[in-house]
């Protein structure tokens, strides 16, 4: 009895060590091509731009990356690929930076500004890889509101964009990601243009 005992201890501890090792966690960073902010566009105010805490709703608060297999309809978190920071933070950083290289305010900040600064609010609705087969489509979805000094609504829409990935190595899902991230500054952007043109005009 012993002896049987010992074998099977054996063969657990042997089984044991059969096990394959975690995968490493593997942080991404939100990257933007240098190109997409490169040309100045007309500004929107001659005072300075705030762009405001960007918040975002359910998983899109975690620093997981979400994905889902079901075509959207439900979502999971990858328990080994992480974003550097949270998609909230990550689009307020690469936000005024888009903003600072197109010229649209004399300074792009975060910090509490005067109540004379304009306003820019966003919310991350969607912020995911979707796993379609042998695919993967990087998507995300951004809602803006520009608000002038006083709090009035000026400018107030989403927009979305989405791109396939090559492959599914973390490298080229963040660089994905944030080709995906630029095009929607720029729909943002462009269309905020032509919004505050006349305002600016005025000032």
Same mark, same amino acid.
């Given at each position: 009895?012993?002896?049987?005992?010992?074998?099977?201890?054996?063969?657990?501890?042997?089984?044991?060590?059969?096990?394959?090792?975690?995968?490493?966690?593997?942080?991404?960073?939100?990257?933007?091509?240098?190109?997409?902010?490169?040309?100045?566009?007309?500004?929107?105010?001659?005072?300075?731009?705030?762009?405001?805490?960007?918040? /975002? *709703?359910?998983?899109?608060? +975690?620093? =997981?990356?979400?994905?889902?297999?079901? $075509? %959207?309809? @439900? #979502?999971?978190?990858?328990?080994?690929?992480?974003?550097?920071?949270?998609?909230?933070?990550?689009?307020?950083?690469?936000?005024?930076?888009?903003?600072?290289?197109?010229?649209?305010?004399?300074?792009?900040?975060?910090?509490?500004?005067?109540?004379?600064?304009?306003?820019?609010?966003?919310?991350?609705?969607?912020?995911?890889?979707?796993?379609?087969?042998? /695919? *993967?489509?990087?998507?995300? +979805?951004? =809602?803006?509101?520009?608000?002038?000094? $006083? %709090?009035? @609504? #000026?400018?107030?829409?989403?927009?979305?964009?989405?791109?396939?990935?090559?492959?599914?190595?973390?490298?080229?899902?963040?660089?994905?990601?944030?080709?995906?991230?630029?095009?929607?500054?720029?729909?943002?952007?462009?269309?905020?243009?032509?919004?505050?043109?006349?305002?600016?005009?005025?000032?």
């Amino acid at each position: 009895m012993k002896a049987a005992l010992g074998l099977v201890l054996l063969s657990t501890l042997a089984g044991c060590g059969s096990v394959e090792p975690l995968p490493e966690e593997v942080f991404l960073r939100l990257n933007l091509p240098t190109s997409n902010g490169a040309s100045a566009a007309p500004r929107w105010t001659s005072g300075e731009l705030r762009v405001a805490p960007v918040k /975002a *709703s359910g998983l899109y608060r +975690e620093r =997981a990356l979400a994905f889902s297999k079901d $075509g %959207g309809t @439900s #979502l999971q978190l990858h328990r080994y690929l992480l974003w550097l920071d949270t998609p909230s933070e990550m689009v307020q950083q690469t936000l005024v930076e888009f903003l600072q290289a197109r010229g649209v305010a004399p300074q792009v900040v975060t910090t509490q500004s005067p109540a004379t600064a304009l306003e820019l609010a966003a919310t991350v609705t969607k912020y995911e890889q979707l796993i379609a087969g042998q /695919a *993967s489509v990087m998507q995300a +979805e951004i =809602a803006f509101q520009l608000r002038e000094p $006083g %709090g009035e @609504s #000026l400018f107030v829409k989403a927009y979305r964009a989405e791109e396939v990935s090559p492959d599914d190595s973390p490298a080229t899902l963040a660089t994905v990601m944030a080709r995906v991230i630029a095009n929607v500054y720029s729909q943002f952007a462009n269309d905020a243009t032509v919004v505050l043109q006349p305002a600016v005009a005025r000032e």
